[in-house]
């Protein structure tokens, strides 16, 4: 059982709302030697284990391709501190990079940031918000931090449908509405892109707690 609601309290999240250039911030400390940290963000066998299947070439200027869901170029790799890819997904044009920065911290603990930045379509940004991308991500980060202090989530397609997973996709929606509303935007901007999320991850009930 996952304690969903320290697990999101973990994270620190920003957003920065640029005219064309969107980017948010996902960031949290894990328990674990920012080499090991580096290790399962960079080999191909430990991101399945704990984010998807990746296959590529996983080396700087190489490329990779995540299962169902985005590829790219790895355009910076400085082990075991900084990871930068393209990030795109199909056909999308434009802008889209993920940026990884691992620090080591006292007590053989790691700070992990995420940055996606990206040139996001206005229609997309006016109804879903950073919570589009910024719920995977914290999936992600969740994903992850299990996986460092020894568990999974042994079942990760099947989990999504659980009464757990709709809480921590619903406590991960409201967290991004609270950051995007800390970044400026208005409150009614923030009920309607958090609604339009949820009803997206959680169609079943976007407000079930």
């Known amino acids: 059982m996952i304690d969903i609601l320290n697990e999101i309290a973990r994270a620190r999240r920003e957003v920065s709302d640029g005219a064309e250039v969107k980017t948010i911030v996902v960031s949290r400390r894990y328990d674990a030697a920012v ?3 580096w290790d399962a963000c960079t080999d191909a066998e430990r991101i399945g284990r704990w984010f998807l299947p990746v ?5 700087l200027g190489g490329h990779f391709q995540l ?5 790219g170029e790895i355009l910076r790799c ?7 890819v393209s990030w795109v997904m199909g056909e999308a044009p434009g802008l889209s990079e993920v940026e990884v920065r691992l620090t080591a911290e006292d007590g053989d603990a790691t700070h992990f ?22 719920i995977g991500w914290d999936l992600a ?4 931090g299990l996986y460092l202090a020894g568990g999974s989530i042994s079942d990760p397609d099947a989990w999504q ?9 619903t406590a991960s929606g409201k967290a991004w509405g609270e950051t995007f509303q ?7 901007r923030v009920a309607d892109v958090v609604a339009h999320t949820l009803a997206f991850y959680i169609p079943e009930s976007p407000e079930k707690e």
């Open 35 to 37: 080499e090991d940290v």
């Open 55 to 59: 296959t590529g070439d996983l080396r």
């Open 67 to 71: 299962k169902g869901n985005a590829g």
């Open 78 to 84: 400085e082990p075991p501190h900084l990871l930068k």
């Open 113 to 134: 940031e995420l940055r996606h930045t990206a040139q996001v379509p206005p229609e997309m940004w006016s109804h879903y918000g950073p919570g589009a991308v910024g």
């Open 141 to 144: 980060v969740l994903g992850l």
């Open 161 to 169: 449908h659980t009464d757990e997973a709709r809480r921590y996709m």
């Open 182 to 188: 800390a970044a400026g935007a208005p409150p009614e």
